[in-house]
């Protein structure tokens, strides 16, 4: 289905997947005019993970002022919004509802239309901040509970070529850095660290089968993990630093390997990276490197629009919006929502 993508637009995205609260005004798919993050880090830090019950009595607490921010910063007025959209999933049930049934509130009190929005969907979108996306594509998405290669053909249009079999990326990063000890969320702890080390550690690279695009990171976790305890079992003291870096660079490898495998099948070109794990250096440089390498385009967003936030959602919104999706008010939150279906 074809999209007049430059029609003038003002969508405010609503974000409660996870552990941000977030609020953003977009303007035509665009512009950001202005993106409220309250994040619960700092809280579920304690706990070494995102507390489901925590996170969703949180985001009752933030999301009115999120929005009421959101809405101040933007300069606009309910009456200038043309739509909001909202993240229906997937993610934690307790934390989508809470936006959702927000989104749904105003949308019937300021009678504006309500878009729902996939989430990865949103990580994807991120990227049309930095560059108007040409298709096909294939975007990596890399969080904490995804790692997909999705192909795209035309704007709203998804289809998963590659996914993982097991953990996400950043979930074996968060489970290795909680094995070394650091803190939650263990990914930019990783990076930091491996930057003062060196992958001198062998540690495996899942292939799967050949000509395979989907992931597998837990032998990969349980390889690292297995080696800190046998070290420590030795009575050797553990590099932080090198099983970091050594951790990462498999990860590394992979991810931008199979990335650049489905950009050639699918003769993608763009190359979009998205998602929490994309604020990684490492996987920043190896990906531009190789995207240079095989004159692919890449586009990756700033690292504030990597992690959870509502312009993403405002962005991948204003597609759903112009394509005619609509929600009423019976509009749920899906936790194990597909991108397939959007
Ligand atoms: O997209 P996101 O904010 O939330 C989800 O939708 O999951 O991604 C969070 C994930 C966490 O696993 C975190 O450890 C990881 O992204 N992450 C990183 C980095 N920054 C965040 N992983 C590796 N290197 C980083 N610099
Ligand atoms: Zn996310």
Redesign the pocket.
């Known amino acids: 289905m074809s999209i007049n993508v430059a029609q003038k637009t003002m969508i405010l995205g609503i974000e409660t ?2 552990d ?1 609260t977030a609020a953003a005004v977009v303007e035509n798919g665009t512009i950001i005019r202005s993106n409220a993050v309250a994040s619960q880090i700092d809280i579920h830090r304690r706990f070494g993970g995102v507390v489901p019950e925590v996170a969703s009595r949180h985001h009752v607490d933030q999301i009115t002022l999120v929005c009421e921010e959101a809405i101040k910063e933007s300069g606009v007025t309910w009456d200038d919004l043309d739509a909001i959209a909202v993240t229906e999933g997937p ?1 934690l049930i307790g934390a989508l509802l809470v936006g959702v049934n927000s989104a749904k509130a105003i949308s019937f009190a300021h009678h504006i239309p309500l878009v729902p929005v996939h ?1 990865i969907t949103g ?1 994807i979108y991120a990227n049309r901040f930095v560059h108007e996306l040409q298709f096909p594509l294939i975007a990596l998405v890399v ?4 790692t997909e290669l999705v192909y795209m053909k035309e704007h709203g249009s998804y289809h998963v070529v590659g996914t993982t079999r097991d953990d ?1 990326a ?2 074996a ?2 489970k290795v ?1 909680r094995t070394l000890g650091l803190p939650y ?4 702890e ?2 930091r660290l491996a930057r003062e080390g060196k992958p001198v550690i062998d540690f495996p690279r899942a292939w799967l089968e050949e000509g395979s695009l989907d992931f597998s990171f837990s032998g990969l976790k349980s390889a690292v993990i297995n080696y800190i305890h046998n070290e420590e079992q030795r009575g050797n003291t553990v590099s932080k630093v090198d099983t970091a870096s050594s951790f990462q660079a498999s990860v590394c490898e992979v991810l931008v390997k199979k990335t650049i495998m489905a950009a050639e099948r699918y003769s993608a070109k763009q190359l979009l990276v998205a ?3 994309s ?3 490492e ?1 920043r440089e190896q990906m531009i490197r190789a995207a240079e390498k095989k004159g692919i385009q890449l586009l990756i967003p700033p690292l504030k629009l ?3 936030n509502a312009a993403m959602i405002a962005a991948s919104g204003t597609i759903g919006f112009l394509k005619g999706m609509r929600a009423d008010l019976s509009l749920n939150g899906s936790a194990n929502l597909s991108i397939e279906d959007f």
């Open positions: 997947s996870c941000e993610g989430h990580h969080s904490g509970g995804h996400a950043g979930e990063f968060d850095a969320p263990g990914g930019p990783i990076d998602g929490g794990v604020a990684n250096h996987i990597c992690t959870d």
